[in-house]
């Protein structure tokens, strides 16, 4: 049964004079929050087989962060196509990339990260799923399983299994 883990980057400060969004790296409140993610993820046991990332500074550096409580050895790519995508964007990669990967992370941005977590369950913990309707801060989680395979998915699909704030691990509330 595939299982998606939708993380949106940690927090990022506001772009200096001349830097480009792309290069913004993370904060310490999103360094922390980024750390805090990866030992939620680890102790859930939501431990991907694949890694799906945009290669901008602050997706980069929030799996780097979470990946030091995960297994060595887990794959991952940097997708151009996930910096700046579009629902549907996100939908191509997912199936274009995910491959045989039972469990698969996807690290990007919002609103996309928030509109594809909004999009993919058709079920789940009602709670979580009014939560999840609200906002999608930095270094959330959306944890989505589906019954048919990662072409197959279609929105409505899935089954929202957790949906996780920094704020929920004792992180600052509003970010």
């Not at 990007?108 to 079920?123: D, I, Q, R």
Request: a negative charge; proline letters at 7%; hydrophobic letters at 45%.
């Amino acid at each position: 049964m595939p299982r998606l883990f939708l993380l949106r980057h940690a927090k990022s400060p506001t772009a200096l004079a001349g830097q480009k969004d792309f290069d913004r790296p993370l904060g310490e409140r999103g360094r922390d929050a980024a750390a805090a993610m990866g030992l939620y993820m680890a102790g859930e046991g939501y431990v991907p087989d694949l890694v799906l990332c945009s290669p901008s500074a602050r997706t980069r550096e929030t799996y780097e962060f979470v990946r030091r409580f995960l297994p060595a050895g887990i794959a991952v790519d940097y997708v151009w196509e996930l910096y700046e995508a579009s629902l549907d964007a996100m939908f191509k990669v997912i199936v274009a990339h995910a491959g045989a990967a039972e469990r698969l992370l996807v690290i990007g941005h919002n609103p996309s990260v928030h509109k594809l977590a909004l999009t993919l369950p058709g079920e789940g913990d009602p709670a979580a799923l009014a939560r999840l309707k609200g906002k999608f801060p930095t270094a959330s989680l959306a944890v989505t399983e589906f019954s048919g395979s990662w072409a197959e998915i279609r929105p409505g699909d899935g089954r929202l299994v957790a949906y996780v704030t920094p704020a929920d691990l004792g992180g600052p509330v509003d970010d």
